[in-house]
């Protein structure tokens, strides 16, 4: 529940039936029928102080009061509210023939970093080999930090994917990441870096990749997730 995070806030206790999805996402089920007219069902939705962003479409929601902000939100049978706050980075397997059988358990060669612009993030992905389960150990997780460096001045933004740390065995040794900036324009690239050397593949929500650097498009983004750090920078203002 929210109040969970913030017991303090008369509001947060108003929302039953939103949570928190992990450390990035909140998810505000619907759990009413539609209207018959409008074909849309509502439930109400709270959110902490600070900037949103609809994880599907890229809206943009501003809560300024430390109150938060509560509202209706309308959606159809297929849509779900899901809020993922500025700053926030939410790394998500690609297509399940990319990355080997359906429903295969092996940690995926092709992922994608939702990133959401408006404030600095971090985020570390930890993954195992699957034979960890029964007793977690830390000594058994592969760990790959991301982080987000947000300038709103007009600066160069930088979005950075660090080496694999820890259990290197356990994530595949090449990777393909597609970054995906969503909530903004489309945006201007200076360049894409890995391990000192030009790369690809940069968008923004709702478009085709937007390609600089090296050229190499059968292999875009695609770099050795065991020793070599990721990196794409954006102008700001372009």
């Known amino acids: 529940p929210m109040y969970w995070q913030s017991p303090e806030n008369v509001t947060a206790h108003g929302v039953e039936h939103e949570f928190r999805f992990g450390t990035e996402l909140i998810v505000a089920p619907i759990v009413t029928p539609s209207d018959r007219n409008a074909q849309l069902a509502k439930t109400d939705v709270w959110l902490p102080q600070g900037t949103w962003f609809d994880f599907f479409t890229g ?14 939100a309308w959606r159809g049978l297929d849509g779900i509210p899901v809020f993922e706050k500025a700053g926030g980075i939410v790394p998500l397997p690609l297509d399940e023939e990319l990355n ?23 985020f570390d992905l930890k993954e195992d080999d699957g034979t960890n389960q029964a007793q977690p ?3 058994a997780l592969a760990v790959t930090h991301m982080d987000f460096r947000w300038e709103a001045d007009g600066a160069v933004n930088a979005f950075e994917i660090a080496p694999v740390a ?6 595949p040794q090449q990777r393909t990441w597609t970054v995906t900036f969503t909530g903004v324009a489309p945006v201007a690239v200076d360049g894409w870096w890995r391990g000192g050397r030009a790369g690809c593949v940069v ?13 190499c498009a059968g292999h875009a983004g695609r770099v050795d997730s065991r020793d070599e750090r990721t990196a794409v920078r954006r102008r700001s203002g372009d």
């Open 166 to 171: 820890g259990n290197v065995a356990a994530v």
């Open 59 to 72: 809206r943009r929601y501003e809560a300024g009061s430390a109150e938060g902000r509560k509202f209706e």
């Open 137 to 139: 150990s830390d000594s």
């Open 203 to 215: 968008r923004h929500r709702g478009a085709e990749p937007v390609r600089h650097g090296c050229g």
């Open 100 to 122: 080997g059988s359906l429903n295969s358990v092996d940690n995926p060669r092709y992922l994608e970093v939702a990133v959401f612009p408006g404030a600095n993030g971090a």
